[in-house]
């Protein structure tokens, strides 16, 4: 599956708001610090789609907790 560049800068966005590194936001999505990292680089937009799952869900999560 396709990340798309949308869904790349709203890690990033919310990944700054709440201060966390790329380690602490790998434990908080269950992924590995090298595909997280490789996925904010841009170096990869193909993933597994379980990948893509954690990512979409986590994101959703971000801005539905809010308040």
Do not use: C, H
Request: hydrophobic content about 35%.
């Amino acid at each position: 599956m396709k990340i798309t560049e949308k869904q790349v800068t709203a890690v990033k966005r919310k990944q700054g708001e709440l201060g966390l590194s790329t380690t602490a936001l790998a434990k908080q999505l269950s992924l590995s610090k090298g595909t997280l990292y490789n996925i904010l680089k841009g170096t990869t937009n193909n993933v597994y789609p379980t990948t893509f799952k954690k990512l979409n869900d986590w994101i959703i999560d971000q801005y539905t907790t809010l308040k």
